[in-house]
């Protein structure tokens, strides 16, 4: 519940059919709701948390009270209340223990989770759950992963990709250089070898470098300049532009280092970088030198370790020579890894050469090899090794920018050379770039789709490394794909399908499949056009075997089927016969699968819709879920028994003009057989006065036992309801004369004194309940002991008053159904 906002999502979160849960997102917080039988928020009792100590050590997610006042810890091995959250409680997270009275009170405390989420972003949320994992991505945002480590321990943690993805290399003279190979650094932009302007005059007086009219067309204010001096009035340096003549004859460079006059030959320094590119990567490469790429060497001595050589996708080793003793190759990851021997040669010095030829593949970046032969050799081995690829990848992370030439990083991945190169790329995704909008399981990757730059592409994590983006040649390396297409249309969702990708774009659904037989690669796959409706960007979801998605105009519900008969997937308009229902446009959809197998829609104008769809037994049936407020967000979570459908709902409160929003569970499909439980209302409130069976009646002190605490709540004067399954008190209503400090037991004022012990059922039995806080002001209708109430309108703190006291109470919105056949 939050107020004044007006967008929520809710996000379903099942480890299991016994541990299942639903995420809300507002802006910026995330909360988690505990689902299954007895749906509840994740959070705490106020009343029940210990108080704050100063000499204890907390960790991330421990409960205090401090000064009255509820916190939540934020990071582990902490004391002081500083490094805590401050929960904000609302009047709905107030919480009656029992109903019947107004006291006492209990103050829950939600579990909530800092995000960088906004409100109007939302809706452009895209999800998947493996296990215990949340992948959540965003187009303006790096992508997420919402993890539960226990069940009041969520932790929401940006994803740090290892080897990319990256834009395509640079293919213009741009150089880079980074003075450090490890640690941190700066890298940045340096001349290439050929002058822009050729001597162009320089003047001390104004700091201005001047040329003939357009000689520094190409050349902006806040741009930089190498100006290289021909004599000793100015100081060779790159320089920012500061001023630039409306005929582009002449620039200022305001900062110039000068004692004099000069003539300058000026270098245009193009502008790579920008503040929207801090935290993102970039890929910084060198060719190896001749004497880096292999190592040569005779082996001759015991114990030899021969000069560790990095190689790239894989390496070939040779050896010949008469030796006797063991050769090792050893395998190191990293620069700082252990060495691991992987293969071993043995020779017995016999008088023909031991000859030994290997290729491997290798699937672990910055891997290194060598080669060390045994304490005892006599003889000399001729070991000669070599990197499939002589390109070495270094890869950096920029953590500030200081100008577009000049930003500061960190070395993620060690470079071969601090000198210049033109081989480097942006990171794929940054602010700048935009980060992707789609994510998908499939084939033991992660897959995701469509950034801002590069609106249809298609990345693939290495198989069972999710992180991991490095491409690479092995068919079990990360990939990238862009769909083929006469337009630039963005890719709205993906969903896998068997072998087969299926991609929504704005302007049609595409397949990726792979060659019959074959897993799917970039090297490997094909793309066809399925249809060409054109997708929303609402996230497809499976049900039965189609992919039910929503149309580019956002008012058809279509179902991406595959065909026997045409070997191909079409889309079929699954609200054809019900046009009139979506006219408002679908915002969201969800699938329930458990009674009935359900399209769940959320609508423009905040009304629910659902398509019951059993396509075996050919049922197809669309309704229209109208609330007296708004209904916001849906998910569907899966349960033991029925599957469990969840709203957000933008309910009006108290004064005119208060709203809030509310998260809230539909009625399961089966009522059960008895009709005082039976929900027929919206954002209902229940309540159950059952207390216990089996309880012991004794008439020589009038008083109904039972077990520690039953009578928890009870007070002197209120009423219960007693059903007598043995002994000869008689079943009916009795007010309580007094209750048990213990709250073991409660003496009714008006029960019989003599005879024998009874056993009996106890109920509680109430006029007024203090039931639905939540609809403070609105009018309800109320199902009492069976007895329907109209018309009822909720006061101060949810309290609702019947003519008649009652056992059992069902109090909510009322809605109309209308049912209306086809023929």
Same mark, same amino acid.
């Given at each position: 519940m939050d107020w004044n906002r007006q967008a929520v999502r809710l996000i379903p979160f099942a480890y299991s059919v016994d541990q299942v849960y639903v995420i809300e997102l507002g802006h910026k917080y995330i909360r988690v709701y505990e689902a299954g039988d007895s749906p509840w928020p994740i959070g705490y009792d106020v009343w029940d948390l210990p108080t704050y100590d100063s000499y204890?050590?907390?960790?991330?997610?421990?409960?205090?009270?401090?000064?009255?006042?509820?916190?939540?810890?934020?990071?582990?091995?902490?004391?002081?209340?500083?490094?805590?959250?401050?929960?904000?409680?609302?009047?709905?997270?107030?919480?009656?223990?029992?109903?019947?009275?107004?006291?006492?009170?209990?103050?829950?405390?939600?579990f909530s989770i800092a995000s960088p989420y906004e409100e109007t972003d939302l809706a452009g949320l895209q999800y998947i759950q493996m296990n215990d994992v949340l992948w959540l991505v965003h187009s303006s945002y790096p992508p997420h992963q919402l993890k539960r480590y226990g069940s009041h321990d969520w932790r929401l943690e940006k994803i740090m990709f290892e080897g990319g993805p990256f834009l395509a290399e640079n293919d213009t003279d741009t150089l880079l250089a980074c003075d450090v190979t490890t640690g941190t650094g700066t890298l940045t932009v340096v001349r290439g070898g050929t002058a822009d302007v050729t001597g162009a005059s320089y003047t001390h007086a104004d700091k201005r470098v001047t040329g003939s009219v357009g000689d520094f067309n190409k050349v902006a204010v806040g741009d930089w300049v190498?100006?290289?001096?021909?004599?000793?009035?100015?100081?060779?340096?790159?320089?920012?532009?500061?001023?630039?003549?409306?005929?582009?004859?002449?620039?200022?460079?305001?900062?110039?280092?000068?004692?004099g006059d000069d003539t300058a030959d000026v270098y245009f320094i193009p502008s790579v970088f920008?503040?929207?590119?801090?935290?993102?990567?970039?890929?910084?490469?060198?060719?190896?030198?001749?004497?880096?790429?292999?190592?040569?060497?005779?082996?001759?001595?015991?114990?030899?370790?021969t000069k560790p050589l990095r190689v790239m996708q894989g390496f070939v080793l040779t050896a010949h020579g008469t030796w006797t003793g063991r050769l090792f190759l050893q395998k190191r990851v990293g620069a700082e890894g252990a060495w691991e021997t992987i293969r071993t040669f043995r020779s017995d010095g016999s008088a023909a050469p031991a000859n030994v030829s290997l290729s491997e593949e290798v699937h672990e970046h910055e891997v290194y090899i060598r080669i060390v032969s045994s304490a005892t050799w006599p003889g000399t081995a001729y070991v000669k090794y070599s990197s499939y690829a002589n390109k070495i990848d270094g890869i950096v992370r920029i953590t500030a920018y200081n100008n577009p030439r000049s930003v500061d990083?960190?070395?993620?991945?060690?470079?071969?050379?601090?000198?210049?190169?033109?081989?480097?790329?942006?990171?794929?995704?940054?602010?700048?770039?935009?980060?992707?909008? #789609?994510?998908?399981?499939?084939?033991?990757?992660?897959?995701?789709?469509?950034?801002?730059?590069?609106?249809?592409?298609?990345?693939?994590?290495?198989?069972?490394?999710?992180?991991?983006?490095r491409l690479g040649p092995l068919?079990?390396?990360?990939?990238?794909?862009?769909?083929?297409?006469?337009?630039?249309?963005?890719?709205?969702?993906?969903?896998?399908?068997?072998?087969?990708?299926?991609?929504?774009?704005?302007?049609?659904?595409h397949v990726l499949r792979p060659a019959e037989g074959k897993l799917l690669s970039a090297t490997n796959l094909e793309q066809e056009q399925e249809s060409g409706y054109g997708s929303a960007p609402v996230q497809a979801v499976m049900m039965h075997d189609g992919v039910f998605f929503v149309a580019r105009d956002?008012?058809?519900?279509?179902?991406?089927?595959?065909?026997?008969?045409?070997?191909?997937?079409?889309?079929?308009?699954? #609200?054809?016969?019900?046009?009139?229902?979506?006219?408002?446009?679908?915002?969201?959809?969800?699938?329930?699968?458990?009674?009935?197998t359900t399209l769940w829609c959320v609508l423009g104008d905040g009304t629910l819709a659902s398509m019951t769809y059993e396509p075996d037994h050919d049922v197809q049936a669309w309704g229209?879920?109208?609330?007296?407020?708004?209904?916001?967000?849906?998910?569907?979570?899966?349960?033991?028994?029925?599957?469990?459908?969840?709203?957000?709902?933008?309910?009006?409160?108290?004064?005119?003009?208060?709203?809030?929003?509310?998260?809230?569970?539909?009625a399961p499909l089966d009522h059960g057989d008895k009709p005082q439980g039976w929900c027929f209302t919206d954002s209902t409130g229940v309540f159950d006065g059952f207390i216990g069976s089996?309880?012991?009646?004794?008439?020589?002190?009038?008083?109904?036992?039972?077990?520690?605490?039953?009578?928890?709540?009870?007070?002197?004067?209120?009423?219960?309801?007693?059903?007598?399954?043995?002994?000869?008190?008689?079943?009916?209503?009795?007010?309580?004369?007094?209750?048990?400090?213990?709250?073991?037991?409660?003496?009714?004022a008006d029960g019989p004194t003599t005879g024998e012990n009874s056993k009996v059922t106890v109920y509680v039995s109430a006029s007024s309940f203090y039931l639905v806080p939540h609809l403070w002001g609105r009018v309800v209708d109320v199902l009492a002991n069976g007895v329907i109430y109209q018309g009822i309108t909720v006061g101060a703190q949810g309290k609702i008053d019947l003519p008649a006291r009652v056992t059992h109470v069902i109090a909510g919105l009322p809605y109309e159904s209308v049912v209306r056949p086809m023929r």
């Open positions: 204890n050590v907390y960790n991330i997610n421990d409960a205090v009270l401090y000064n009255n006042d509820p916190y939540l810890c934020l990071e582990d091995g902490v004391t002081g209340p500083w490094d805590w959250t401050k929960w904000s409680l609302m009047p709905s997270e107030i919480h009656y223990t029992h109903p019947w009275h107004s006291t006492p009170i209990k103050t829950f405390a939600r190498y100006l290289a001096a021909a004599g000793s009035g100015l100081t060779s340096d790159y320089y920012e532009v500061t001023a630039k003549s409306h005929n582009a004859a002449w620039i200022e460079c305001s900062q110039a280092v000068s004692t920008s503040s929207n590119m801090v935290g993102s990567l970039m890929r910084v490469s060198h060719y190896r030198n001749a004497e880096d790429c292999a190592v040569s060497v005779d082996v001759n001595a015991g114990n030899m370790e990083i960190t070395v993620v991945e060690e470079l071969y050379s601090t000198d210049a190169t033109t081989y480097w790329a942006e990171g794929a995704w940054s602010d700048k770039n935009g980060y992707p909008a #789609t994510v998908e399981a499939s084939a033991n990757r992660i897959v995701y789709g469509g950034s801002t730059a590069e609106p249809q592409t298609v990345w693939r994590s290495r198989v069972g490394d999710y992180h991991n983006m068919e079990d390396d990360a990939d990238s794909y862009v769909l083929m297409s006469g337009n630039q249309n963005a890719i709205r969702w993906i969903r896998a399908s068997s072998a087969a990708l299926l991609i929504g774009t704005r302007g049609a659904e956002g008012c058809k519900a279509l179902n991406l089927q595959y065909r026997f008969e045409s070997d191909a997937y079409q889309a079929r308009d699954a #609200t054809i016969l019900a046009e009139h229902i979506a006219k408002a446009g679908i915002t969201q959809i969800a699938v329930q699968t458990q009674p009935l229209l879920h109208e609330s007296a407020d708004p209904i916001l967000a849906v998910c569907v979570v899966p349960t033991s028994s029925e599957d469990q459908v969840w709203i957000a709902s933008k309910r009006a409160y108290g004064a005119a003009g208060n709203y809030r929003v509310l998260i809230e569970r539909l089996g309880l012991n009646y004794t008439p020589s002190n009038q008083r109904i036992t039972g077990p520690y605490g039953i009578f928890e709540g009870f007070q002197t004067g209120d009423h219960v309801v007693v059903e007598v399954t043995s002994g000869p008190l008689p079943s009916g209503e009795y007010q309580v004369a007094a209750v048990a400090g213990d709250k073991s037991w409660i003496q009714l």
